[in-house]
């Protein structure tokens, strides 16, 4: 995966329009996603100490941290359980030179059908949406919410063209309107218009929505 080269604590600058402060977007979204991270962590710490051993089984680490955007443009450390081949970068370079169209499409949507770094053990952990449980870290830390725009990287950021301060006005959440709206099959704009109607709708009973849609998606394995 390629990753944006930011100094730790630099903000990037990218325009975003201010917004009225609101309480719950701005106060209690972040109180309530810690308090339901730290309820469930008694059930989740196992089942990612469980996956972390079984990702390991290839020698390779069991997670994998990626520098992401975050709120207010300050990038931050995204974890996730690794599901990649050890030597992704390699793989994904060479999988570009052999099928030049495979560039072509990461380069339109960052994201590929058929992506030659994914590991059996990985690709189950993605489909089920399990390799996020880590980002629960980045939840406590204040980095991430339970719900929000996805975590892009600064290049991806420049795909918003205007609309930026619907990203950087919020903290990226670990799932959000994307997941649950045939995220396979959108286009990167019509992921950007669900972020810019999601920052201007935000509301707890929204967030419950999109929580509620993320774990049917879970149970029907629909992520990739």
Not at 97 to 106: G, K, L, T
Request: contains cysteine; charged residues 25%; proline residues 8%.
């Amino acid at each position: 995966m390629y990753n944006s080269h930011i100094p730790s604590g630099e903000r990037i600058r990218l325009p975003f329009l201010p917004y009225r402060p609101k309480v719950y977007r701005d106060g209690a979204k972040l109180l309530i996603d810690r308090l339901c991270v730290l309820i469930s962590l008694p059930l989740i710490l196992p089942l990612i100490a469980l996956f972390a051993l079984i990702v390991r089984r290839d020698g390779g680490p069991a997670f994998f941290g990626h520098t992401r955007i975050g709120r207010n443009g300050i990038p931050f450390t995204c974890w996730k359980l690794r599901s990649m081949v050890p030597e992704a970068e390699a793989a994904l370079a060479a999988h570009f030179e052999a099928h030049p169209e495979a560039a072509a499409q990461w380069a339109r949507d960052y994201k590929l059908k058929d992506d030659p770094r994914i590991t059996p053990v990985g690709r189950i952990l993605r489909r089920t949406s399990l390799d996020e449980l880590p980002q629960l870290l980045n939840v406590l830390l204040g980095e991430m919410s339970l719900v929000g725009p996805r975590p892009v990287t600064a290049p991806e950021l420049e795909k918003y063209a205007g609309y930026q301060w619907a990203y950087l006005g919020l903290r990226p959440g670990i799932t959000g309107a994307w997941q649950i709206s045939g995220r396979n099959d959108v286009t990167y704009a019509e992921r950007v218009g669900m972020d810019v109607a999601y920052s201007s709708e935000l509301t707890l009973l929204r967030d419950f929505r999109i929580l509620l849609g993320t774990l049917r998606a879970v149970l029907t394995r629909t992520g990739r």
